[in-house]
């Protein structure tokens, strides 16, 4: 798996010299970088302007490059540009209006004095106001900041770059508005009354990026107070793109997965929530393993069965691994046969690439799970049926819908195939239906 993490752009001025370019590409090779887009900006009569994207491993390696670029006679690099960081500046996100203010008949509609009768309308009949404002199509993102990615508790403010992330997607792939709440605080209980308090502003809650144990508390205080979607992504949306991505596994290898044996390595928010979604697919049996023994008992309590990293190794048929521990799993534990899902980001429990050379009949790894394949559409699905709550017979309909859209040899689908999100919101929808739960979410 790659490590070059860092793109950025450089604006080279290259002299018209037979094999400058090839210089140019030796040298990024050379000093360890890697080669992405490469566009003509402007051709003169001694020198051509290019913007080279180049990928590095860390800053030292990107500064390391751009000096031996410097180097090559004939070759000068003109400015320099982080994408990521130029992706960010000014923020993602910008608030705009759905309606054109052009005279003052539409300021009459949309505002007073017109507004009042449909302030009224909904103090008559609440549920107006999932068509006639913008809270039945939204959807608050919440964080404290206390466990970011592979890097901790960072706090609120520097989680905002992570929730705007989030509440992009949202919009370009289902169509929803979604809106990033800080929460600084640490305690579980401040934090549910914070959401409580601003709760009617969005149709549903979206927990993002909280600690263990205190996203299971705010997400299960949430969803018995409230009557509307409430999901912790990092627990349900992971864990159904990880079902999604096991089932096209076992179709790949010619498992059947409601017979098979599946060990779960690692209990954190996401590993917990793998599990017990491998419990309620009806799984022929769940393994579990984590130095955290209340995290084991409480996937026990699900259906689960306590056991430790070497028998699930030894016995399971499908091995997932969410433990932070890059390398922790040693090729020669590999048995012939395997499926492991290895899904520590960025350097995974054990390469995909060495778990197949020690005889896995398929290896992934967190690359192939991308949350934001199920989190859209699950939303999208639940605020069109008004449902109440985003139940566990909706991440296994998604999950399997995932499944069926992967292309030939894939275990998931593209995250920005748009047909994906549409065809999850629906099955979600429909689920809903079914259960009888359409119509239920209270504003």
């Known amino acids: ?41 402007q051709v003169g009569e001694t020198a051509t302007l290019r913007d080279v994207t180049i990928e590095t491993i860390d800053e030292a390696q990107t500064i390391h490059v751009v000096r031996c670029i410097g180097e090559i006679d004939g070759v000068d690099v003109v400015e320099s540009t982080d994408r990521v960081f130029e992706a960010h500046r000014g923020g993602k996100l910008h608030s705009t209006s759905r309606v054109h203010l052009d005279q003052l008949a539409d300021m009459r509609s949309i505002y007073t004095p017109g507004v009042a009768r449909v302030s009224q309308a909904i103090v008559k009949d609440p549920n107006r106001a999932w068509d006639l404002t913008s809270v039945g199509n939204s959807v608050g993102i919440f964080t404290n900041g206390s466990r970011v990615l592979g890097l901790g508790n960072i706090g609120p403010l520097a989680s905002m770059p992570v929730m705007e992330g989030k509440a992009v997607i949202y919009d370009e792939l289902a169509g929803i508005s979604a809106t990033p709440i800080l929460i600084d605080t640490l305690d579980p209980f401040e934090f549910v009354e914070t959401v409580m308090r601003v709760s009617p502003t969005f149709g549903g809650i979206h927990l993002e990026d909280i600690r263990i144990p205190d996203c299971y508390i705010i997400e299960d205080e949430l969803r018995r107070r409230l009557c509307k979607p409430v999901m912790h992504d990092d627990q349900h949306g992971t864990a159904t793109v990880t079902l999604a991505a096991v089932i096209n596994a076992c179709k790949i290898t010619g498992r059947d997965l409601k017979r098979s044996r599946v060990g779960m390595i690692g209990l954190g928010a996401a590993g917990s929530a793998i599990a017990m979604l491998a419990v309620s697919y009806g799984v022929g049996e769940v393994l579990v393993s984590d130095i955290n023994a209340d995290a084991v008992s409480r996937v026990q309590r699900a259906g689960a069965i306590a056991s430790d990293a070497a028998t699930i190794m030894a016995t399971a048929d499908i091995v997932i691994a969410a433990t932070g521990r890059p390398g922790l799993i040693a090729a020669s534990s590999i048995r012939r ?53 985003i139940t566990t017979e909706m991440l296994i309909a998604a999950a399997e819908v995932i499944a069926s859209l992967a292309k030939p040899g894939d275990v998931v689908p593209s995250c920005l195939d748009r047909n994906v999100h549409q065809a999850v919101a629906a099955t979600v929808a429909e689920t809903a239906r079914n259960a009888g739960l359409a119509g239920t979410a209270k504003l």
């Open 337 to 389: 046969g395997q499926v492991i899902f290895a899904l520590t980001n960025p350097k995974p429990e054990i390469l995909p690439s060495e778990a197949r050379a020690a005889g896995a009949a398929f290896a992934g790894d967190g690359r192939s799970i991308n949350n934001a394949l199920a989190f859209p559409g699950l939303f999208r699905g639940a605020l069109e049926a008004r449902s109440c709550a």
């Open 1 to 41: 798996m790659s490590e070059h993490v860092i793109d950025t752009v450089l604006r080279v001025r290259v002299e018209h010299r037979a094999g400058q370019l090839a210089r140019l590409a030796n040298t990024i090779a050379e000093a360890g970088g890697l080669i992405g887009d490469v566009s003509t900006v």
